[in-house]
């Protein structure tokens, strides 16, 4: 979603384009921009945060690395999908 600033312009929320129009800077972020969205509980996303400061192993939990993983593997079968077609 792009996100609005003064005078009616709009920016990437990916790359800090600016944009003015919303619809505009929406297309340039699905065209442009290889984006997966991964659904975390808050406390994952927290969890993972804390992870990557602390690099503590303790703070992944079962589900989060499940989440990621299966999201990952989701994503590599995409990719591998579209670039059969070009």
Known sequence: ???RLSNNRFKCP???EIFS???????HRDKEH???YVPLLRE????LNLF???KDDT???????T????????????????????
């Open 1 to 3: 979603m792009a996100i």
């Open 14 to 16: 990916i790359c800090g």
């Open 21 to 27: 129009q919303a619809i505009a800077c929406d297309m």
């Open 34 to 36: 290889d984006i997966i």
């Open 44 to 47: 994952d996303l927290n969890r």
């Open 52 to 54: 990557i400061r602390m």
């Open 59 to 65: 703070l992944l939990t079962r589900s989060l690395v």
């Open 67 to 86: 989440t990621i993983m299966n999201f990952a593997k989701q994503s590599a079968k995409a990719q591998a999908i579209k670039d059969e077609e070009y």
